[in-house]
């Protein structure tokens, strides 16, 4: 893998002084592939920088002296400063890459994001894209991650069966049990995950009642959830980013997934080029491309990311499990609209947090 990654520990100082929710943040240069580098791409992302790295380097092919500025954050952490920047009257990034639908769509719905057409927008699905300034780029299924050598005859294959299982195990105290999931007070794609539950399945309250009886472990990442499953220490983890399951089955052979046959949830990883970009027209290259047959091959191909495109058809594997789950009718997927703002309802909010907490038997916040 061809890149220079570099952190810069001063510069990140400089940043996070100005930022302080930036603390977390890694600052990346992937280095052009030919001197002189003539100009320099900006990019805000929540992706892990080393997973983005073929991206950048395929990128960087087509666009030899461009050096790329990458910037991994969390997604409220990019909108926090997209906002703050341009208000200012500053630069921003020229391309901002979120699993942050929400908070990117109130970018666009803002007046934050600048309208642009790529290439492949007129064959994108209708849910998919908005106004020509939100575009989503890959399919994020919720998937129940299971340690292999617990289910010799398969998981649970709906969220019925999921609720026989659970209300066989024996009752355990709150993180002592054999299930993982999302602290959805913690995490905003398992807090999405849960209101799109809400939508389409009325017991789900019950379901979360079994889980606590179950002693439901909880954690804020997917990664925190698959680490344990593939040890043993959990034997299911319910509604996990399926990009990450899939990429960790490779490496862990007692890692399992499975998309639930009553639905599955598809959250996106949504790109826009801000208004107050330095260079637009590179924010708006580097979004064609992932929209373009490369990108999306590649994402799919290499980051365990599924493609949006359907010119990509591959089978086996996530894609695959995701293209036969949309042709039995299976996949709900969060279309980029003004809809997703109410997820932002801080009312709406404390209101399912609560209904969460009472539901697992916690104590009021």
């Known amino acids: ?21 930036l603390a977390g943040a890694e600052l990346v240069v992937f280095d052009a592939p030919l001197p002189p580098a003539q100009s320099d791409l900006v990019i805000y992302s929540t992706l892990d ?9 395929a990128f960087q092919a087509q666009y030899p002296t461009l050096s790329v500025t990458y910037e991994d954050m969390l997604a409220a952490d990019i909108a926090a400063r997209v ?26 719905n803002d007046g934050y994001g600048l309208p642009v057409t790529p290439q492949a927008a007129p064959f994108w699905p209708p849910w998919a894209k908005w106004q020509e300034t939100t575009f989503a780029l890959t399919l994020e299924p919720a998937v129940l991650v299971y340690h292999k050598p617990s289910f010799p005859n398969g998981p649970p294959t709906s969220r019925l069966e999921l ?11 709150l993180g002592a049990g054999k299930i993982g999931t999302y602290d959805v007070q913690a995490s ?20 979360i009642r079994y889980m606590g009886a179950a002693g439901v472990q909880v954690f804020p990442t997917s990664q925190d959830i698959i680490s344990r499953v593939s ?23 007692d890692i399992g997934f499975a998309l639930l046959r009553d639905f599955t949830v598809v959250v996106s990883r949504v790109g826009l080029v801000p208004r107050a970009s330095r260079s637009p027209e590179l924010g708006a290259a580097f979004l064609a491309f992932l929209m373009g047959h490369k990108g999306q091959s590649l994402m799919a191909q290499s980051l365990s990311l599924p493609a949006i495109s359907p010119e990509v058809i591959i089978s086996g594997g996530l894609q695959g499990d995701l293209g036969a ?10 279309a980029v609209s ?10 709406k909010r404390r209101r399912m947090l609560g209904q969460w907490r009472a539901a697992l038997g916690l104590p009021e916040d």
């Open 1 to 21: 893998m061809r890149y220079l990654s570099r952190l810069l520990v001063q510069s990140l100082a400089v940043i996070c002084a100005q930022w302080p929710a």
């Open 49 to 57: 920088a080393p997973r983005a790295a073929p991206l950048i380097a």
């Open 83 to 108: 906002i703050r920047e341009t208000d200012a009257g500053l630069p921003s990034a020229d391309f901002v890459f979120s699993s942050g639908m929400d908070l990117q769509m109130k970018l666009a």
């Open 163 to 173: 609720m026989e299982w659970l209300a066989a195990q024996p009752p355990a105290p």
């Open 188 to 207: 905003a794609v398992g807090y999405l995950y849960l209101a799109r539950d809400l939508e389409h399945f009325t017991d789900i309250w019950s379901l």
């Open 231 to 253: 040890d043993g220490r959990l034997a299911l983890g319910y509604n996990i980013l399926g990009s990450y399951a899939a990429e960790q089955s490779r490496v862990y052979p």
């Open 325 to 334: 789950a949309q042709a039995a009718g299976h996949l709900r997927p969060v």
């Open 338 to 347: 003004p809809g997703l703002l109410a997820y932002l309802d801080q009312g």
